[in-house]
């Protein structure tokens, strides 16, 4: 399967706690998205990349946040001193620039904080 | 700004029945839509796109969707509902197809009756 694919699948942590999320998109793909998605709500931008370049970050996306794809291949996204409102689905998705592509979907990452 | 409206966050239809989910956006420059379908604990599946190419566009497992400017509309539908249909649903814009980011509804969780 050459899809996008996440891990971890879940992650359970306790509040306070950093975690570490990794997206490997689709190999060919050059633009990588990070999305939020909470119960019961549509998925939320919070940052892309072209490349290694983060062309744009979301007022979601805290400093607690940080998102970087140093080789422009995989991603990673870190959230520092978890809160219980992080708890949600995070989303990779991957697309290439030109042409008529849409983007794909990884199978997301489920993150619980207690 | 983009926004999209989706109207029934539930819909129920029986087996057999017609699948109809409203989506209305809002955009200042030319919209590019979509609709994603998501089972549960899943990524994202596109199951359609509109690129103004056609206002009725047809899609995956037999859904279309038709592009009503005049009503700024891009309502789901599919003739025949099937219960492996059972999932959420979204309607989603961005300002260029594919390679921006996406501004998703709350969803719409369809339930097929047997």
């Known amino acids: 399967d050459t899809g996008v694919s996440q891990n971890p699948r879940h992650k359970i942590t306790k509040r306070g706690q950093n975690v570490t999320f990794r997206c490997d998109p689709i190999?060919?793909?050059?633009?990588l998205y990070w999305y939020r998605q909470t119960l019961g709500q549509g998925p939320e931008f919070l940052t892309y990349f072209q490349n290694e370049a983060q062309l744009e970050k979301s007022r979601l996306l805290s400093d607690r946040f940080s998102a970087e794809r140093p080789k422009g291949s995989f991603s990673t996204l870190e959230i520092q001193r978890t809160e219980q409102g992080d708890s949600a689905m995070y989303l990779c998705?991957?697309?290439?620039?030109?042409?008529?592509?849409?983007?794909?979907f990884g199978q997301g990452t489920r993150l619980t904080v207690v | 700004a983009q926004s999209v409206t989706q109207l029934g966050s539930h819909v129920s239809v029986s087996e057999g029945a017609l699948v109809l989910l409203r989506c209305n956006y809002s955009s200042s420059v030319p919209p590019y839509l979509f609709w994603y379908v998501q089972y549960p604990n899943q990524g994202l599946q596109l199951l359609l796109k509109?690129?103004?190419?056609?206002?009725l566009v047809k899609g995956i497992n037999g859904f279309e969707a038709e592009f009503k400017k005049s009503e700024t509309s891009f309502h789901l539908t599919k003739p025949s509902a099937h219960m492996s249909d059972a999932a959420e649903y979204f309607c989603?814009?961005?300002?260029?197809?594919?390679?921006?980011?996406?501004?998703f509804g709350t969803g719409t969780r369809l339930t097929i009756i047997p």
């Open positions: 989603a814009v961005s300002s260029n197809f594919g390679n921006e980011k996406l501004t």
């Open positions: 190999s060919e793909h050059n633009r």
């Open positions: 509109y690129t103004s190419a056609a206002t």
């Open positions: 998705a991957s697309s290439v620039r030109q042409g008529n592509t849409e983007a794909f």
